[in-house]
């Protein structure tokens, strides 16, 4: 477990996937903030329905039940590349997206980019990148799993096609083939911490050791699969073990993501610094996050969990 002064914030993963108890280990292992990335659901959706829902769940029973355990959550709204491929669906969910975009919380547009580098994910990444334009808010771009290194490149062409400034886009699912033109282009580079796929802690405590820690930021891409919601902090500490220093794993694990998604003025270091008191018996349109365990009630200014 992390030392209880140093912060860490995952700046994506999938949290409507994972369980209410993940939240409460992750405040305990320092995370303070998390963003979640408009994400698909495993399954094809069939009708623009599931997407209104799914987007008034990020910026509604999301906030409210990772705030019951004191961690503070944004989103990032889109349709995704493996979606954009229904185009009938697709230019419904345009028609949303506007609708979302700057809803109280909603950090940037994302994931946008390529799967299967089709005309058809190219189609809509173009126009949300244009959207993201438009509300001068950052874009979080997906690079293929397959074709990596060309999808990277063909992304950061087309970010600067539509006179997108390079600090305002996050390149994500980075690895060491990718790492060093992102940096070099002047994109923010992240790199998804994901067990036997992606990207590994080891490799990543080697990546920061060659690049250093300016504009590189580690997320979990936690979600359905195999991942794991704890891989910031382990990998932050793991970087402390390996001798990398400190205010390089704070920048890694906490202050590059603030920089880059602090640009649309929806996430602050003040809002967990400063938190509001938690009340679990609160409820969300009549729901609880509990499941008949006593609520606890936190005041932050006395450092105290009153069981109710």
Request: aromatic share 8%; proline share 5%.
């Amino acid at each position: 477990m992390l030392s209880k002064d140093l912060m860490v914030i995952d700046p994506h993963i999938h949290m409507t996937s994972r369980t209410t108890y993940d939240y409460l280990v992750m405040k305990e292992y320092g995370v303070v903030a998390v963003i979640e990335p408009a994400f698909w659901l495993g399954q094809p959706r069939s009708n623009v329905g599931t997407f209104q829902d799914y987007f008034n769940s990020l910026i509604g029973w999301e906030r409210f039940r990772a705030a019951q355990f004191g961690i503070r959550h944004y989103c990032t709204m889109s349709i995704n590349p493996k979606e954009a491929n229904n185009e009938a669906l697709a230019e419904q969910v345009m028609e949303l997206l506007p609708l979302y975009a700057c809803k109280e919380g909603v950090v940037a547009i994302g994931e946008i980019g390529f799967d299967d580098m089709t005309e058809a994910e190219e189609k809509y990444f173009r126009l949300q990148l244009d959207l993201a334009k438009e509300i001068d808010k950052p874009a979080l771009v997906h690079t293929p799993h397959r074709n990596k290194k060309e999808g990277t490149s063909r992304s950061m062409d087309i970010c600067l096609e539509h006179g997108i400034d390079p600090l305002q886009v996050v390149i994500d699912h980075a690895n060491e083939e990718t790492v060093e033109e992102v940096i070099d282009r002047g994109f923010w580079c992240a790199f998804s911490i994901y067990p036997n796929t992606k990207m590994g802690n080891e490799r990543m405590v080697e990546v920061v050791k060659k690049y250093g820690s300016d504009r590189i930021m580690i997320d979990s891409a936690a979600d359905w699969g195999m991942s794991d919601p704890l891989a910031v902090p382990k990998t932050a500490q793991l970087m402390l073990d390996s001798g990398i220093p400190e205010e390089q794993v704070v920048a890694v694990c906490y202050g590059n993501a603030l920089k880059a998604y602090g640009q649309s003025g929806e996430i602050k270091e003040d809002d967990w610094l400063n938190p509001p008191a938690i009340d679990q018996r609160q409820l969300y349109s009549g729901n609880s996050v509990l499941r008949g365990q006593t609520p606890a009630v936190y005041d932050p200014e006395k450092e105290s969990m009153i069981i109710r």
